[in-house]
């Protein structure tokens, strides 16, 4: 099992910036890849961002390309979203997942979300 808790959600004006946090424990961090998802009111959840096992390789939806950064810090068992030039588009539930294979479309764990409002 690995338990997921994401922090750092809040309310933000257009253009503004915002780090989410999401601490892993339980088995070992290391050894997943990790994502980021998103759910706005009303729609399905989508794919913004995932991490390979060491951080080697990054990918991004088209949507947040250029505009958010996934990284990981395995000593902390941290993944982070940095988000900057945030839209109001980009308001949603926010949820990081570990996937035990990178690149593969199910994933294994999930947190229980933090809510970012991005206000025009």
């Known amino acids: 099992q690995v338990q997921l808790v994401e922090s750092g959600g809040g309310l933000v004006q257009a253009g503004g910036s915002l780090t989410l946090d999401c601490a892993a424990s339980?088995?070992?961090?290391?050894?997943?890849?990790m994502g980021w998802f998103r759910q706005a009111p009303g729609k399905e959840r989508e794919f913004v961002a995932a991490?390979?096992?060491?951080?080697?390789?990054?990918y991004y939806a088209d949507s947040v390309k250029g505009r958010f950064a996934i990284s990981r810090d395995d000593a902390l068992n941290t993944v982070y979203l940095q988000m900057n030039s945030l839209k109001p588009e980009d308001t949603a539930v926010y949820y990081c997942?570990?996937?035990?294979?990178?690149?593969?479309?199910?994933?294994?764990?999930w947190g229980q979300g933090t809510q970012v409002t991005v206000s025009s």
């Open positions: 339980g088995r070992t961090f290391s050894n997943y890849a």
């Open positions: 997942a570990a996937n035990r294979a990178f690149g593969r479309a199910e994933y294994d764990y």
């Open positions: 991490i390979s096992q060491r951080g080697y390789s990054t």
